[in-house]
């Protein structure tokens, strides 16, 4: 995992390079290159209550979960340290919220 300002990018969401030399990216034929990723979604936290954007629910809704396990597909410790830090953030707006209803509500629906 790469973290850049205010991001975190899954290793094998950067390009996959050619011959594991390093020094050219792959070809255009080579669907490994860029897995494919989600597009943007309105299904967004609202923070300070935590809701979707996009349908009102607790966030993340159904429709965020179905999103994000067809993005980190192939990256589910990076899903589940994606939503750690979301349930961090959380947690400080939502402190009247038993701390195993946030969990299982951030993370518990990714076993």
């Keep these: 995992m790469r973290r850049l300002p205010g991001l975190v990018v899954a290793a094998d969401a950067l390009p996959v390079l050619a011959d594991g030399m390093g020094d050219q990216p792959a070809g255009p034929d080579d669907h490994r290159a860029f897995p494919r990723r989600c597009a943007v979604t309105a299904h967004g936290p609202v923070t300070p209550a935590w809701t979707c954007g996009g349908c ?43 701390a195993g209803h946030l969990h299982h509500r951030f993370l518990g629906w990714t076993r």
């Design 56 to 98: 009102g629910a607790d966030w993340p809704c159904q429709t965020r979960r179905r999103e994000l396990r067809a993005e980190y597909n192939r990256a589910p410790v990076s899903l589940a340290l994606y939503l750690a830090a979301q349930l961090v953030d959380a947690a400080q707006d939502l402190a009247d919220v038993p």
